[in-house]
């Protein structure tokens, strides 16, 4: 009885092993895996590349921020990356909020302070969708962590749209793209080479451009990055200095005893 049960059980473990990844393969996504950058913020002790996001900053300002929110950043955050005070007013004076009510009880439109967050370009997901043919431009505050792959993941998003391989066809309003779960995308290609000219009078490439929006992203998700590698580094030299106190003491004490 036992036998029959054990051979049972070793028929169905058996049938697991070989069909489960047969049948992983077998499901069509077409989505490449995302090929691995360099980013000087991911090194062991590296910083972000302060130049590289404020020219992400001005990317999202010129393309992505026409679809995209970034709700959990305010303007006076910008100072982190470098922006001057008097920079960061004229930025969030380009955007009028909604404030209110006044004294007659009216809402009333006031241009943006450094305090108010990041003016969003939708009211709401319902006007959002609608906006984008039903598909929903997620928030990018902290899309760079909530995406496998992070970084190496967006900028291949990016710079991943091409046209479908034979015998697929796109659905309309819909643009193939390598690295996208299915490789239908509800985003057109939102950069391309020569769509920004940075404040130094270059155009940038298609790369740029995705090099910098990412590195951008990569900061408002975590922008106290740099802290926290401060802080692990003052932890490890502290330990080291620790352990040879720890060391030299125990030596003495020993050598008392033999
Ligand atoms: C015209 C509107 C529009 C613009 C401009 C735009 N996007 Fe999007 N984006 C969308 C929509 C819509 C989606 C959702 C697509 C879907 O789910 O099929 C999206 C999705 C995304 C995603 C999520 C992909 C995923 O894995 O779910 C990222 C990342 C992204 N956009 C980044 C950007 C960046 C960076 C820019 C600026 C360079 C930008 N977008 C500009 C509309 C836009």
Redesign the pocket.
Known sequence: MINLYQKYFAIVLTALFVFTPVAVFASSDNSHHPMAQSWPHKETFGTYDKPSLQRGFQ??RE??????SMNLLSYRNLAEIGFTADEIKAIAAEDNVMDGPNDEGEMFERPARPSDRFKA?FENEAQ??F???G????D?SL?VKA?HGGED??FA??TGYDTPPAGETVRDG?YWNK???GN?????P??SSGLITYSNGKSASLEQ??RD??QF?AWASEPNMEERKKMGLKVLLFLLVFSVIAYTAKRRIWAKIH
């Open positions: 990317v999202y393309v992505c921020a026409g679809c995209h370009p959002a969708r906006g984008n043919n598909a929903y431009p997620p990018l899309l995406r993941y967006i998003l990016l819909m690295y996208f779960k239908q995308i509800g985003m057109a939102p950069l451009s995705a929006i990412t992203l």
